[in-house]
């Protein structure tokens, strides 16, 4: 048994900004809403994407890891049965059948003993975090905090210069496009990935991820994906990572292909064929 550890956000389900190019094929590409806010659609999978995530779902092989918060994440509506287990607020906090584990939440708090606190680091983002190019600042589950930001007028080197902040505090930024996090570097998919593997007696799991926060989850990983549209793919390499043919969220339906040829298809009545690998 192995199960697949998967982020969210630009690898498992797609915002209408983040679909992917516009092509004919694309435009008629059955997609299957698993995310509303305000009661407007907001993320998507592909229809042949949800009927995978389906199958992974009732298998129990799929495990959502996601920096989200709990509220973020209960909005998403998988295809097919819930998932059992869930690693949110990036690997900060367990949901067992959409329960909090308590237990868990007390082991994340020992990880970040002696680490600069919360309020410390969001005191700082919210000094150089400009209104003129900040759209909002929140802090998650008492955790990590980040920027909403405006692209388009953030000046030069301000990202870099928050990351330099980090470090020397011993946060990490991750630069998400219009959202900048900081985290604790004991914060981490990695860490919290391997403790769920740890419980379930896992020798390997499966891990796909985006962005620098995935990083250490694809590392920890005996086989890992990552988009090709994804900002840490220059990092394939050294994480031992493949990389999917497709972008958008056609690359979310060949990760699921690939996590099914992993861990379904030799299952008795899985009705499933052989996918091959996608390779770098």
């Known amino acids: 048994m192995t199960i697949f550890f998967a982020d969210l956000d630009r690898t498992l389900i797609y915002s209408t900004d983040a679909l992917g190019p516009r092509t004919p094929d694309r435009d008629e590409l059955p997609l299957?809403?698993?995310?509303?806010?305000?009661?407007?659609?907001?993320?998507?999978?592909?229809?042949?994407?949800?009927?995978?995530?389906?199958?992974?779902?009732?298998?129990?092989?799929?495990?959502?890891?996601?920096?989200?918060?709990?509220?973020?994440?209960r909005r998403v509506r998988f295809p097919g049965p819930p998932p059992r287990l869930a690693l949110v607020a990036n690997g900060g906090l367990l949901l067992r059948d959409d329960e909090l584990d308590e237990d868990y939440r007390k082991e994340t708090a020992s990880w970040l003993v002696g680490s600069t606190p919360l309020d410390v680091v969001f005191a700082h983002l919210q000094s150089v975090a400009d209104p003129r190019f900040s759209v909002n600042l929140r802090t998650v589950e008492g955790l990590f905090c980040y920027a909403v930001v405006d692209t388009d007028k953030v000046p030069p080197g301000w990202a870099a210069?928050?990351?330099?902040?980090?470090?020397?505090?011993?946060?990490?930024?991750?630069?998400?496009?219009?959202?900048?996090?900081?985290?604790?570097?004991?914060?981490?998919?990695?860490?919290?990935?391997?403790?769920?593997?740890?419980?379930?007696?896992?020798?390997?799991?499966?891990?796909?991820?985006d962005s620098n926060t995935d990083a250490s989850m694809l590392a920890k990983a005996s086989e890992a994906m990552i988009p090709r549209h994804a900002s840490l793919i220059e990092h394939a390499n050294e994480l031992g990572a493949g990389t999917t043919q497709s972008t958008g969220v056609v690359a979310g339906e060949e990760l699921v292909a690939w996590a099914e040829a992993h861990l379904l298809h030799d299952r008795p009545g899985s009705g499933l064929v052989h996918v091959a690998e996608v390779g770098n």
């Open 32 to 73: 299957v809403c698993v995310e509303t806010y305000q009661g407007q659609p907001v993320s998507f999978v592909t229809e042949v994407a949800a009927k995978g995530i389906g199958r992974l779902l009732e298998a129990e092989a799929l495990v959502p890891v996601t920096t989200r918060s709990v509220e973020q994440y």
């Open 161 to 209: 210069e928050l990351a330099d902040y980090a470090a020397g505090v011993e946060w990490q930024v991750s630069n998400q496009g219009r959202k900048v996090y900081l985290l604790p570097r004991g914060l981490s998919k990695g860490r919290a990935a391997q403790r769920i593997a740890d419980e379930l007696n896992l020798n390997a799991f499966l891990a796909a991820g």
